[in-house]
């Protein structure tokens, strides 16, 4: 794997620099005229990204993969190794799941060596987002879960919490933040030091074609949501219409955020949430959703990143 990084030197100039691991050596970077994710089509590129912004610090690392068994591979790793930290950090690793395809990449935990080396009786899993609807509705996120994940590994069903659906979405919602208040008060999940939010260890997001990561959705006022952790929707534009979500304020307390997007039709809001594209604000929620003191990590597939400006590679 070919590893391209981006920092700030001290008089905060971008430097980039190129180290292919596979060969260890470090590699002049492209030219410009061919600095883009397309002309790495042979390799799995790895852009690391660190880099302040206006308010405030703003790490993020794009991991754009050959194949989505290399991004499965990698993905696990990744929550394998934040678990490690975690673990050896606070005893206990506080992990956010979503729904759609992300489940199914992460299906590489459920095999050697993860299902052994992992510690899964220190895991304590939520719902970053969940569909209104029973538990054992093909619709419902917490079944996706246990069916693909949950049953085939030793997490401990008490430190399993899923939504209360027997009731309304704004009661949902209201319960799983009180569940939330409880489990921070009791050091289950870190508070963080900058908000009075909940500090989850990781929260893993997916990401639509119009950018929604968790079920906030564009031009939704749920995205301007300051005051709540957990707040419901009734509109949702993709079915089904009642959901409860992390707000912003809760996605961006977060330790450890990552984004796991595939296929062509996720590399529009790719580019618009990764790529300066000239306003003020990013024009899709993936692009707001960045850890304030956190870290952000994207994977990607070649089709998800071909959209990906080649500025991004230049020094
Ligand atoms: O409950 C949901 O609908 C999800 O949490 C949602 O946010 C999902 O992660 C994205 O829509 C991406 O889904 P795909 O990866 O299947 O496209």
């Not at 093909?138 to 899923?162: E, F, G, Q, T, W």
């Not at 921070?184 to 870190?190: D, H």
């Not at 977060?254 to 594209?277: C, F, M, P, Q, R």
């Not at 306003?279 to 707001?288: H, I, L, R």
Request: hydrophobic fraction near 40%; charged fraction near 20%; glycine fraction near 6%.
């Amino acid at each position: 794997m070919c590893v391209l990084s981006r920092s700030l030197d001290a008089r905060g100039s971008p430097e980039v620099s190129y180290f292919c691991a596979t060969t260890s050596l470090f590699l002049p970077p492209p030219s410009s005229s061919s600095s883009s994710f397309s002309s790495f089509s042979s390799l799995a590129v790895k852009l690391v990204g660190s880099m302040a912004l206006s308010g405030g610090h703003k790490d993020r690392e794009l991991r754009v993969h050959e194949s989505l068994d290399e991004l499965s591979t990698d993905l696990a790793d990744y929550i394998a190794e934040l678990s490690e930290a975690s673990v050896k950090e606070r005893g206990v690793f506080a992990i956010a799941l979503s729904g759609g395809s992300l489940i199914g990449l992460m299906g590489k935990l459920c095999e050697a060596p993860y299902n052994k080396t992992v510690d899964w009786a220190k895991w304590y899993i939520f719902w970053a987002d969940e569909r209104v609807v029973a538990k054992n509705h093909a619709d419902s996120n917490y079944k996706l879960a246990k069916d693909r994940l949950l049953s085939k590994v030793p997490i401990i069903p008490s430190h399993v919490h899923s939504i209360n659906d027997t009731v309304s979405a704004e009661e949902a919602a209201d319960d799983y933040e009180f569940v939330i208040r409880q489990l921070v008060k009791s050091r289950v999940i870190s508070v963080s030091d900058i908000s009075d939010c909940p500090k989850f260890d990781l929260i893993l997001l997916g990401m639509g074609p119009d950018g929604h990561v968790a079920s906030l959705f564009p031009n939704h006022s749920a995205l301007e949501e300051k005051d709540e952790w957990v707040t419901f929707i009734t509109d949702s534009p993709k079915p089904p219409p009642e959901r409860i979500t992390f707000t912003l304020p809760v996605i961006n307390s977060a330790s450890n955020v990552a984004i796991v997007a595939t296929g062509d039709s996720k590399a529009e809001a790719v580019h618009l949430a990764v790529d300066d594209v000239g306003s003020d604000s990013p024009s899709v929620p993936a692009g707001v959703a960045q850890p304030l003191k956190g870290k952000l990590v994207w994977f990607l597939d070649k089709a998800a990143a071909s959209k990906l400006e080649g500025s991004q590679f230049s020094a």
